[in-house]
């Protein structure tokens, strides 16, 4: 006699939608990419949990760029979660989406539960004046104070952890990214250090590549952008981005059993025609 186990929940994780209000993006209109990909979600997984949307929401950070992604997320079929990443405006985004939670102080981060798991979203914009590199990001002491009491409160719970934060803690190996990550990797990774048996897996953006590996023992994903994506090996010059690499999107399976496995599935989309 056989036993079924609890079919898991399905999250969707879509990376770097750089969304632009009017001007196409080296010759891509992000709003097509991004309906494209929501489009494909919607019909093949119509049963998901939830969707995150994993930072570069926009481009430019303009409130006229947060409505035309707020128009792009009407009616959809899963409640959306928000990260926030060097493209984005703080300030214009919560003017936009004003219910998306925050934290005290009022960066964009919140644990939101689903299942047996928290995902705890982390907000990495920092302004750039404060960082050795423009489009870096940074924690700083407030919101790893936040990671923090998550992560003992998890351990109260017993939960299983997912992390989420737009700017890799580990080097990807290409080196206009890894130059451009977050600047205090080694104290988040500190933070997480005592809760590592809970955390099942980092998700980071940023990178415009569907990238796995592990960092201070645990397993990390970048998925591919909805938009445009980067090679290995980038160009000295001109746009960095392939418009004949696909775009794409993570589906996680987030067991609903102890024991079973977090499977992640990557949806490519090839390039249109």
């Known amino acids: 006699m056989t036993t079924e186990r609890a079919a898991p929940l399905k999250l969707l994780v879509m990376a770097d939608l750089h969304l632009r209000a009017e001007r196409p993006l080296h010759g891509i209109d ?3 990419s991004v309906t494209r990909a929501l489009a494909h979600a919607r019909r093949h997984h119509p049963d998901a949990a939830a969707l ?24 959809l079929p899963w409640p959306v979660h928000f990260l926030l ?25 919140s644990v939101q539960p689903l299942g047996r798991h928290r ?32 992560l003992d409160e998890a351990d109260r719970a017993g939960a299983r952890l997912l992390v989420f934060v737009h700017h890799p803690a580990a080097a990807i190996g290409i080196a206009g990214i890894d ?6 990797a080694d104290a ?18 940023h990178v415009h590549r569907a990238t796995t590996g592990t960092v ?37 399976l987030l067991p609903a059993v102890s024991g079973a496995p977090l499977v992640l599935h990557h949806e490519m989309l090839l390039p249109a025609g």
């Open 30 to 32: 992000p709003a097509t």
């Open 52 to 75: 995150l949307l994993l930072g570069d929401l926009v481009h430019d950070g303009t409130e006229a760029d947060y409505r035309r992604l707020a128009a792009l997320l009407q009616d």
């Open 85 to 109: 990443g060097n493209h984005d405006g703080r300030a214009a985004f919560r003017t936009v989406f004003p219910e998306a939670p925050v934290d005290g102080a009022g960066f964009v981060q």
């Open 119 to 150: 995902l705890i979203l982390l907000d990495s914009l920092e302004d750039p004046a404060r960082l050795p590199r423009r489009h870096a990001g940074r924690l700083g002491p407030e919101r790893l104070a936040f990671l923090a009491a998550a």
């Open 179 to 184: 130059a451009i990550g977050l600047v205090d």
């Open 188 to 205: 988040f990774l500190a933070t997480l250090a005592p809760h590592r048996a809970r955390i099942d897996h980092l998700f980071f953006g």
């Open 216 to 252: 201070s023992g645990l397993p990390f994903t970048t998925p591919a952008s909805t938009t445009m994506q980067l090679p290995f090996q980038p160009p000295a010059r001109g746009p960095a981005h392939d418009p004949q690499l696909p775009a794409g999107y993570v589906v996680a």
